[in-house]
């Protein structure tokens, strides 16, 4: 059984990046902080900082505050599940924009209230969402990685398909002989986040361009991304069923059905979890699975 106060003490420093700031962070001396991390260091056999400036985790220590974040998860949402009246129990998740609006949000906002569950969604990349899951800040995620995670749980979804869009103008301007490696190094490409690897790997695997010989737009705004691309700023990459759902009447249409990009998802959920979540988990589960399964066949 690990000693929470010295698990606080060496949690404190990993946030705070120094002894110092981490004992006026629990209201105690920094040699009281130094003395519990170091008694945790002898209890453990291992040694869990790298004193620096700033301190870090060794890699002994990062795996233990990661699991210290989902314990202080998971006793948060333990904690709100029995004491909170109204009785929701909150699930937070991470998701890429495009999965989280094309996919996950249709799903959740017509189940949230029937399962009694309230959602805190972390957006980041598709690549990203599972380093969340790692370090204890959500409760599940969906992502392209099949890496299991220790205490966690792992589904495969389906593959969801990507394609190329721009307006009709930014078509005939950019792409009058059809998608080539010149028409795409010369084309600027509108973009929700610029760490996310799936456009980059496709540019690159297709057509042998890096994402330094490529020009592009970063707009992390869905509304803004999407009137860019109907105002000839670039073509962008997003999921089909965005495509089919709303854009086509905003004059924006595919390029070529010919580069479809199909990326494989997963779900990852902690291995445990309270009986109302995991209930909102397999109708994820099992809605996602059915959703992308549809999607598969229109492409094919």
């Given at each position: 059984?690990?000693?929470?106060?010295?698990?606080?003490?060496?949690?404190?420093?990993?946030?705070?990046?120094?002894?110092?700031?981490?004992?006026?962070?629990?209201?105690?001396?920094?040699?009281?902080?130094?003395?519990?991390?170091?008694?945790?260091?002898?209890?453990?056999?291992?040694?869990?900082?790298?004193?620096?400036?700033?301190?870090?985790?060794?890699?002994?220590?990062?795996?233990?505050?990661?699991?210290?974040?989902?314990?202080?998860?998971?006793?948060?949402?333990?904690?709100?599940?029995?004491?909170?009246?109204?009785?929701?129990?909150?699930?937070?998740?991470?998701?890429?924009i495009g999965t989280f609006e094309s996919l996950l949000f249709p799903i959740l906002a017509k189940y949230c209230l029937s399962e009694s569950i309230t959602i805190d969604v972390k957006i980041d990349t598709l690549c990203n969402t599972i380093e969340l899951l790692k370090r204890g800040e959500?409760?599940?995620?969906?992502?392209?990685?099949?890496?299991?995670?220790?205490?966690?749980?792992?589904?495969?979804?389906?593959?969801?398909?990507?394609?190329?869009?721009?307006?009709?103008?930014?078509?005939?301007?950019?792409?009058?002989?059809?998608?080539?490696?010149?028409?795409?190094?010369?084309?600027?490409?509108?973009?929700?986040?610029?760490?996310?690897?799936?456009?980059?790997?496709?540019?690159?695997?297709?057509?042998?361009?890096?994402?330094?010989?490529?020009?592009?737009?970063?707009?992390?705004?869905?509304?803004?991304?999407?009137?860019?691309?109907?105002?000839?700023?670039?073509?962008?990459?997003?999921?089909?069923?965005?495509?089919?759902?709303?854009?086509?009447?905003?004059?924006?249409?595919?390029?070529?059905?010919?580069?479809?990009?199909?990326?494989?998802?997963?779900?990852?959920?902690?291995?445990?979890?309270?009986?109302?979540?995991?209930?909102?988990?397999?109708?994820?589960?099992?809605?996602?699975?059915?959703?992308?399964?549809?999607?598969?066949?229109?492409?094919?």
């Amino acid at each position: 059984m690990l000693d929470k106060i010295k698990c606080d003490a060496f949690s404190a420093v990993v946030e705070t990046g120094s002894f110092e700031k981490a004992g006026k962070k629990l209201c105690v001396s920094q040699s009281a902080i130094s003395q519990r991390v170091r008694l945790l260091e002898e209890r453990l056999g291992n040694v869990l900082l790298v004193r620096e400036r700033p301190c870090k985790p060794t890699p002994f220590g990062a795996e233990l505050f990661a699991y210290l974040q989902r314990v202080s998860l998971l006793e948060n949402v333990f904690l709100k599940s029995v004491i909170d009246n109204n009785k929701f129990k909150p699930l937070p998740i991470a998701a890429s924009i495009g999965t989280f609006e094309s996919l996950l949000f249709p799903i959740l906002a017509k189940y949230c209230l029937s399962e009694s569950i309230t959602i805190d969604v972390k957006i980041d990349t598709l690549c990203n969402t599972i380093e969340l899951l790692k370090r204890g800040e959500v409760q599940a995620c969906i992502t392209s990685e099949s890496e299991i995670i220790r205490g966690c749980t792992s589904v495969y979804l389906g593959n969801m398909v990507y394609c190329l869009v721009a307006s009709e103008n930014f078509i005939n301007k950019w792409f009058k002989n059809g998608i080539n490696r010149e028409s795409l190094r010369l084309a600027p490409l509108v973009l929700f986040n610029e760490n996310e690897r799936i456009y980059f790997d496709f540019l690159e695997f297709n057509f042998g361009l890096k994402k330094s010989m490529i020009p592009f737009h970063i707009i992390p705004s869905t509304d803004s991304y999407i009137f860019g691309l109907a105002c000839d700023m670039g073509y962008g990459i997003i999921p089909i069923c965005k495509m089919n759902q709303d854009l086509s009447n905003q004059g924006i249409k595919e390029i070529s059905k010919e580069y479809r990009i199909k990326i494989p998802l997963y779900w990852h959920q902690l291995s445990y979890l309270s009986p109302a979540v995991l209930i909102m988990n397999d109708i994820i589960i099992k809605h996602s699975t059915t959703i992308l399964a549809t999607i598969g066949n229109e492409d094919a």
